[in-house]
């Protein structure tokens, strides 16, 4: 199989009258009335539902006309409007926010805002937005530039869908784009059906417009017209997303070996028990950095009022004795106590001092700085006040607590660090084929993903004797297989917290360490690399929050789990290929991943020819994913991360492919779901029920074999590309080029009449989703060029570091046809 080019793309308002300015109710105004000095806390019922954003007309609840008098008496400035409203009359006023607040001290009702100055800036912008597009359109017309139009069938019952991309010049919020699709072969653009785009932004730019959804049919489409209005109009075909026939397998081929969620302890025991059985083609290799373990300090809290809490964290942890301690608050029942810690074994008491009547007096931050203090306690564990309060209140005695880890795993699942394992398959695993680095679980709570990688560990090598084309991949390449790089939080996540991302490890400080802070902790591993890092000021991560669930770590590479990817792409250095597989959504995707949020910085597109061979590839590989239940991946979904769903800053793709130049992908799996009935797509979430799990494992499972042959084909690949120049316009004075290739591959180039080497300009891509550039010259020019493909093949198998002038040539002449 060799990858051919597919290219990408084809060829709150409130309307109102503006209010006075003028501030009306005056202080003068209220005492002159006498009713100054009734001011009264303002009735929780009576307070408005909205923040007053300046003046405003404001709803007000008299019970009759002589509220009304009242009101005027009072100078307010009152709208000619009321209605009646329950057992009173509503009329409307104009106040500010201070004025607002007077009158309700008054015991007036005093409401929302009908409108504020917040609306009256709406409006404004509004206006300047329309006046803008109307200045437009008196210019011409806007460009459209069409970037995909596809249909392509998924489940249930081979449901067809449209889906369209498509960029516009007038990118102002008022220019509405509309599809009209015709309803089939021979028919016009208008015999379909119609459907308006919706505009797509991200950090505060606009990116394209498409539906939010794929738009469901019952026709086969084979052109779109798309129009805006503001007079733009284009007209393209629609081809065929996905569905090609794939090869079957053998008869004997074999698969669905999953058949429950596993927690991590069972599939590193499977992939061990998978070495064990073909030692010929396994190898299982022990990362080096362990991780924390599934494991945490025990602890106990006391108090209810936040100044009189504190809580007790062991210095061991729970596993390790941490669970046998014991923490009591006794009040001595004797008057002039003094504040005192003793420790008995592993129960510590503390005996709460006393005033001259008996009652207790010790505080929070007494008992804390006691415990702390007393050399056997403090041997034990550590006390706290709570979140960070001074803890100034009075604490109440307490029982002897147990403290606990509050963890609640099987025994099976072991407290210590964990030993994360790799296994590597290949009939020959010396460094010499190209490797392809397959892996799960970076997030503890996406439970199908490493059932995903471990269907695909056992169909490699249950089907190498019995199915020829797995035995070529097992032959031909050098695969690695880690089924949970997130071992600590997937047993956090499948006993204790099942919503449970990061791992396990706490960084946070004593006031974010409270029991009830307990499923807060940990650090997301895939925000934790080097490459487009929160550290550097890319977005999608917090460096300072340490309970947010994208916590970058204290550091970059601060966790073991992250370390041990690195050492291992290190390490061995033939991999060159690699997927990350993640849930949910049905998503495919590639660097870059990360941007910052001022100008949308992004970290760099990969060229032209690297970007439609990940393009290419995707099209082969979400075949595979489609053929077990007929699953799509929406085109949508599909691309860069940054075009598609949004920044991971220092997440691992991008740190693999830049740092490593690893062609790596991310797979979210678990596809929303079409339901006929209501035309709604639904979402399957982290955990759906088994049977739901077990076809998004299958069906993925596809996607990595997928992968991989892709990589086999990258292997074999040994013919050059075919490049050729194409005129596309030509004007008084310039005229339009560009390139077109076999496959993908980088076209390198020259205009000044030099030898064009591999540090030549490369043809780059005309924008995001969009295909290559069009160069334009402005006298007749000689064009020397050359492609190279991803394997590395040069055109005419020039040497652009040599002599030899093996490369394409072409007069390009301005002014002639």
Same mark, same amino acid.
């Given at each position: 199989m060799r990858l051919t080019h597919k290219p990408a793309w084809p060829k709150r308002r409130a309307t109102w009258l503006a209010l006075p300015l003028a501030l009306v109710l005056t202080p003068a105004m209220l005492a002159s009335s006498g009713l100054a000095s009734q001011s009264s806390d303002v009735p929780p019922e009576r307070k408005s539902t909205f923040e007053q954003n300046g003046v405003a007309l404001m709803r007000v609840i008299v019970p009759d006309q002589a509220g009304i008098d009242r009101l005027q008496k009072l100078g307010v400035d009152l709208a000619e409007y009321s209605r009646p409203a329950g057992d009173g009359v509503e009329v409307h006023a104009v106040l500010s926010p201070q004025e607002s607040a007077d009158l309700r001290a008054k015991g007036f009702d005093v409401r929302d805002a009908i409108a504020d100055q917040a609306d009256v800036a709406q409006l404004r912008q509004e206006r300047g937005r329309t006046l803008g597009t109307l200045a437009k359109q008196a210019q011409g017309a806007d460009t459209l530039t069409p970037m995909r139009a596809e249909w392509f069938t998924s489940v249930p019952d081979n449901q067809k869908f449209l889906s369209v991309e498509v960029k516009t010049s007038d990118t102002a919020a008022t220019n509405i784009l509309t599809v009209t699709w015709d309803s089939g072969k021979g028919t016009e653009p208008g015999s379909?059906?119609?459907?308006?785009? +919706?505009?797509?932004?991200?950090?505060?730019?606009?990116?394209?417009?498409?539906?939010?959804?794929?738009?469901?049919?019952?026709?086969?489409?084979?052109?779109?017209?798309?129009?805006?209005? $503001?007079?733009? $109009?284009?007209?393209?075909?629609?081809? &065929?997303?996905?569905g090609e026939p794939r090869k079957k397998p053998s008869p004997h081929y074999v698969s669905d070996f999953v058949d429950h969620y596993m927690d991590p302890t069972e599939l590193y025991g499977r992939i061990g028990s998978l070495a064990r059985q073909f030692p010929k083609l396994t190898q299982l290799i022990d990362l080096p950095n362990k991780t924390n373990g599934y494991r945490r300090a025990a602890q106990a809290q006391f108090g209810t009022a936040a100044a009189s809490t504190l809580y007790a964290s062991s210095k061991a942890y729970g596993s390790a004795g941490g669970n046998d301690v014991s923490v009591a608050l006794t009040d001595p029942g004797a008057p002039s106590a003094p504040l005192t810690v003793q420790v008995s074994g592993k129960a510590v008491v503390v005996k709460l001092a006393t005033d001259a009547s008996g009652a207790v007096t010790s505080t929070a931050a007494q008992v804390v700085s006691a415990l702390n203090g007393d050399a056997g306690a403090a041997a034990l564990l550590t006390a706290n006040t709570y979140r960070g309060n001074a803890g100034a209140g009075v604490v109440a005695a307490a029982p002897a607590t147990a403290l606990t880890d509050n963890l609640r795993a099987p025994g099976t699942v072991s407290r210590a660090p964990f030993t994360m394992q790799a296994l590597r398959i290949g009939k020959k695993r010396d460094g010499s084929k190209p490797g392809v680095f397959l892996y799960c679980q970076e997030h503890a709570r996406e439970w199908v993903t490493p059932l995903t990688c471990v269907e695909t560990a056992e169909r490699l090598l249950r089907n190498y004797s019995r199915d020829?084309?797995?035995? &070529?991949?097992?032959?031909?390449?050098?695969?690695?297989?880690?089924?949970?790089?997130?071992?600590?939080?997937?047993?956090? *996540?499948?006993?204790?917290?099942?919503?449970?991302?990061?791992?396990?490890?706490?960084?946070?400080?004593?006031?974010? +360490?409270?029991?009830?802070?307990? #499923?807060?902790?940990?650090?997301?591993?895939?925000?934790n690399f080097t490459v487009g890092s929160?550290?550097?000021?890319?977005?999608?991560? $917090?460096?300072?929050?340490?309970? /947010?669930?994208?916590?970058? @770590?204290?550091?970059?590479? +601060?966790?073991?789990?992250?370390?041990?990817?690195?050492?291992?792409?290190? &390490?061995?250095?033939?991999? !060159?290929?690699?997927? #990350?597989?993640? /849930?949910?959504?049905?998503?495919?995707?590639?660097?870059? @991943?990360?941007?910052?949020?001022?100008?949308?910085?992004?970290?760099?597109?990969?060229?032209?020819?690297?970007? +439609?061979?990940?393009?290419?590839? *995707?099209?082969?590989?979400?075949?595979?994913?489609? !053929?077990?239940?007929?699953?799509?991946?929406?085109?949508?979904?599909? @691309?860069?991360?940054?075009?598609?769903?949004? /920044?991971a800053a220092g997440n691992s793709a991008d740190e693999h492919w830049y740092s490593r130049g690893i062609i790596g992908w991310d797979f979210e799996v678990g596809a929303d779901l079409y339901d006929?009935?209501?035309?709604?797509?639904?979402?399957?979430?982290?955990?759906?029920?088994?049977?739901e799990g077990h076809q998004e494992a299958m069906e993925f499972a596809n996607g990595q074999i997928g992968i991989l042959e892709v990589a086999l084909a990258y292997a074999k690949d040994k013919k050059t590309p075919r490049s050729k120049l194409s005129v596309t316009g030509r004007d008084a004075g310039a005229t339009k080029f560009t390139f077109s290739v076999n496959e993908p591959a980088t076209i390198y180039y020259t205009l000044d009449g030099s030898r064009p080497t591999l540090k030549s300009p490369k043809l780059a891509i005309a924008g995001m989703r969009e295909g290559p550039e069009t160069i334009t010259v402005d006298r007749t020019t000689?064009? &020397?060029?050359? *492609?190279?493909?991803?394997?590395?093949?040069?055109?005419?198998?020039? !040497?652009?570091? @040599?002599?030899?002038?093996?490369?394409?040539?072409?007069?390009?002449?301005?002014?002639?046809?």
């Open positions: 379909g059906g119609t459907a308006t785009l +919706s505009r797509f932004t991200d950090a505060g730019q606009y990116m394209y417009h498409r539906f939010n959804s794929p738009l469901p049919l019952n026709v086969t489409p084979t052109k779109v017209q798309i129009t805006s209005t $503001s007079g733009g $109009s284009v007209t393209v075909p629609v081809t &065929k997303w996905l020829a084309a797995t035995r &070529k991949l097992v032959d031909g390449l050098d695969i690695f297989v880690l089924p949970s790089v997130n071992p600590d939080g997937g047993h956090y *996540s499948m006993y204790d917290f099942n919503m449970q991302r990061r791992n396990m490890t706490n960084h946070c400080g004593p006031a974010d +360490s409270d029991p009830a802070y307990r #499923n807060s902790w940990g650090v997301d591993l895939n925000r929160a550290f550097d000021g890319y977005t999608g991560a $917090s460096t300072t929050n340490c309970r /947010s669930d994208t916590f970058a @770590g204290p550091s970059e590479l +601060s966790e073991p789990e992250a370390k041990n990817e690195v050492w291992l792409t290190q &390490k061995y250095t033939n991999i !060159k290929f690699a997927m #990350n597989t993640h /849930s949910y959504g049905g998503y495919f995707m590639w660097p870059p @991943g990360a941007y910052k949020t001022a100008g949308r910085e992004l970290l760099p597109y990969a060229d032209l020819g690297t970007e +439609s061979y990940f393009w290419a590839a *995707s099209d082969h590989i979400l075949n595979a994913v489609q !053929k077990w239940r007929g699953t799509a991946i929406w085109p949508g979904r599909t @691309g860069p991360v940054t075009d598609v769903l949004y /920044s006929p009935a209501t035309g709604r797509f639904n979402a399957v979430g982290f955990q759906p029920p088994f049977a000689e064009v &020397k060029w050359f *492609s190279v493909d991803i394997a590395g093949n040069v055109e005419n198998r020039y !040497k652009p570091d @040599g002599r030899h002038n093996d490369y394409r040539r072409e007069i390009v002449r301005v002014g002639r046809r």
